[in-house]
């Protein structure tokens, strides 16, 4: 998966609690591959979409300044509902790298980092600052250092934030779980090199 390690990208407001899988990916589209060239386009889709596929003028994604977010500042239980991976490969085919929000789905929000998309927890008062700032400068950045754990927003403001060590470490390193198991090659070589020694008759041909 790609590492994160900074982004500095404009950001976009999502002014919803409890925004679940479901909206974020239809369970219509679970069934479609990751190489479907529409997949990007299921992301919000019946959000983003009217019943005759003509875009919601009133959407925040529809909106000029927000259209290639990469970052996402949310609001309460973001990620909630059902367990769906394809909820953050949407996300991310939307080179959306990052949600920040006060609360998310556990399922989710471990499912985003393995992902190479990082959950970042702020408190609510702090996401609803920063969401103010992003609807009242439409295009405004947001900065994200996960070395640092920190969040600056568009005012220079800095945030910090938390991160278990060993996800902190996949995602700067962009390990999924595969990657993070042959880092420990040598070790499997050498443990069969000496099993095969101290239990020679197994293999005796």
Known sequence: MQAFTTLTAVAI???MVNVDTDQIVPARFLK?????PNYKTFLFHDLRLDGQGKERPGFVM???????????VADEN??????REAAVWTLVANDIHCVIAPSFGDIHYNNA??????PVRLSKADCAALRKQLNDEPGAEISVDLAAQT???PDGKQYSFEIEPFPKYRMLKGLDDIDV?????????????RYKKEASWLFAE
Do not use: H, Q
Request: with cysteine; charged share 30%; aromatic share 10%.
């Open 32 to 36: 479609k591959a990751r190489t479907d």
């Open 151 to 153: 969040v600056t927003g």
């Open 13 to 15: 407001p999502v002014d």
């Open 113 to 118: 980092m393995k992902n190479g998309m990082l």
């Open 78 to 83: 973001w990620g909630c509902g059902s367990s």
């Open 62 to 72: 529809n909106k000029a300044p927000y259209r290639n977010g990469r970052i996402i």
């Open 181 to 193: 198991t042959l880092e420990y090659g040598k070790d499997f070589e050498e443990f069969e090199k």
